[in-house]
């Protein structure tokens, strides 16, 4: 299965993480950036490209504080290839078209980071203004002013619909967050370190019905980077590779929250089949977008590990997405107890389990594939990391 | 409760955020071959006619999916409140998010019928949601 040519990952970083890191989201970036460089076995003479979802965007500074100019600036990088947007597919577009650009001959090392201070912008709002000159424009017009503020009620349409339609239940979804949490004690950077049972679970106070406190992430300082090098260059690296097998990405005709369409997962993750010899039988372990939990659900039954509608079944006793279990999920904790990195934090600990350095997190079997998606609603991406 | 974010007015939004004024509910539609178009935009994505126009629709529908939100997001944000995606009679492929507003409103449950209100608010009529008599328990 293993083509010779697809780009790797040759190191990941990460800065520290928390609900408040008092450190700017530059200088947080270039932590995680000195880590991937050092993880790899590379300079910043070596790299040539720069990569970052959204960029920089002054109306969410506390969701896209650091952009590409910032880093390149700081660093003095010569590059020949960057770009940071956010009329990409998701979070991990960042890295997606670093494996493009890495495939077209553009750069041979690119730093794919995502820093993200909403940690910081909960502590001091005044250094985050968020402004919207002249009202909202775009695909929160009809959104936001009905107070649906947060992804939380967006994520909460569809799952309030899937309970409906499929007969879901809180039981089920609790699964997610017990197992999330379950897996954070393990992890020393987790936030999150103390499990919790279903019945603190069914406890919780609603943030947005169905979806409960332990249902949503935390907000979260944090950066993390992947560093995406050229094939050929693997030999000289001083870690395990992880090959990008296949990414993917789709948005069926709308990009909305809330009109009726599919979220873009479930065709992202039909393409993801498409573009890769791999199925989901080959695939050792998942790390599955939990910013709400639900949103791991779509993902369970889009990759194909069920039937859709079949998630919350799927999810029952919560066995098969334990450690030990058939399909492992989200083994560093997730973003529900290990923060919000925005979907990098994913692409760690995937690589990390795939080398067999995951530390307390370790998953104790020989793994040789991971599949990872990120985002929800219009936003999704995803990718096959794989250990040849 | 809290003031509600504004949206961008623009010449091809604006009469949908104003129609409220008169009490009626107005949705873009192709006037070629009948596709409702919601946001609105200049063309008609089935057929590509430019002939497209603002239709008062009935005001009626179906709660497709609800929230009810329990965080305060913001300062004066009396919570909890329902959010919904309600489903018109009559339009076909348009979810309209919303607020289910009046008695009983956060335990309005996906399929009750909705009937259209507004609230005015510096010049915008957004338009909400109020259970149909019937449906109220
Ligand atoms: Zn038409």
Redesign the pocket.
Known sequence: MSNKSDPVISGVGQSAVGKFVDRSPLLLTIDAIKEALDDAGLTLADIDGVSTWPGRVETMLEMAPVGCDDVIEALRLNVTWYNGAYETAAQYSAIGDAVAAVRAGWARHVIAFRTISQGSARKKPEEFPSVHPKGIAGVMANTLPYHAYSAANWVAQYASRHFHDYGTTREQLGQIAINARRNGALNPKAIFREPITMDDYLAARMISSPLCLYDCDTLSDASTVVIVSAADTARDLRNIPIRIDAVAQALPGRYTWDQPVEPACYPTARRLWELSDYSIKDVDIGQLYDGFSFLTLQWIEALGLCPIGEGGRYLEGGHRIARDGEFPINTNGGQIAAGRTHAFGYVREAVRQLRGQAGETQVDRDMKVCVTGAGGGPLSMAMLLARD | MATRPRPRLTPLNRFYWEAGREGVLKIMQ?R??G?WIHPAAPI?P??L?ENVAPQPVEGTGGIYSITVNYQAWAPGLDVPYAIARVALDGVDGVLLTTNIVGDGAVEAAIGDRVQVCFEEQDGIWFPLFTRAQEDKR
């Open positions: 192709c070629e071959c596709t008609c089935s057929c006619s």
